[in-house]
């Protein structure tokens, strides 16, 4: 989740972009195996990624008009750790699909889950991009659709406005 976002490429200079560890394997929530077991170790290590990071940039797909399953997992398992990381994060989204509403949907649940942890969320430029299977080259993953990387690019240049006024 301190990711690289959409495209890596157009981070700003200053930034060094450090990929999330994975969520794939980080089972499903229950608090009476909290209880029992603790934290499993993959969400320790994602809940100490988001601390050791100044911000987070998440970029999803969409599912059924929502998250994926796996990131709300992700995300209410770290909401139960000590000192839950997202707290006064500065937090940037992105989602894209192959349909036109570039997962728009995804984003504003994503976001009410976001403003609840009390997380600082990025509002505008907002970043959706749709026919993603048309703006990504399939084998390096790059972003090469033009205006599309503009917005990105944009988006993070203004977010850098963001974290300081939020930061100071
Ligand atoms: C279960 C499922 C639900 C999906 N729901 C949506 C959706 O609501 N909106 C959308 O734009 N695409 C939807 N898609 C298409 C995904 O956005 C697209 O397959 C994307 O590439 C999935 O990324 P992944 O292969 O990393 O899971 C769905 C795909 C799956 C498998």
Redesign the pocket.
């Known amino acids: 989740m301190p990711c690289c976002g959409s495209c890596p490429s157009l981070r700003p200079s200053a930034w060094t972009i450090t990929e999330a560890p994975g969520i794939g394997s980080i089972p499903p929530y229950n608090s009476d195996v909290q209880g029992s077991d603790g934290v499993p170790a993959d969400v320790t290590a994602l809940a100490e990624a988001i601390h050791a990071a100044d911000v987070v940039i998440i970029a999803s797909?969409?599912?059924?008009?929502s998250m994926?399953g796996v990131l709300k997992n992700a995300l209410d398992w770290v909401s139960r750790t000590e000192d839950q990381p997202f707290k006064n994060k500065p937090v940037c989204l992105q989602s894209v699909?192959?349909?036109q509403?570039g997962?728009a949907?995804m984003q504003y649940h994503l976001g009410q889950v976001m403003v609840f942890l009390g997380a600082d969320v990025f509002t505008v430029p907002e970043v959706f991009i749709g026919a993603?299977h048309q703006k990504f080259d399939a084998d390096t993953l790059a972003l090469t659709d033009g205006p599309t990387r503009e917005v990105v690019g944009k988006q993070l240049a203004v977010f850098v406005d963001y974290i300081g006024r939020v930061s100071a």
């Open positions: 797909p969409e599912y059924n008009c994926l699909s192959m349909g509403l997962g949907r993603g």
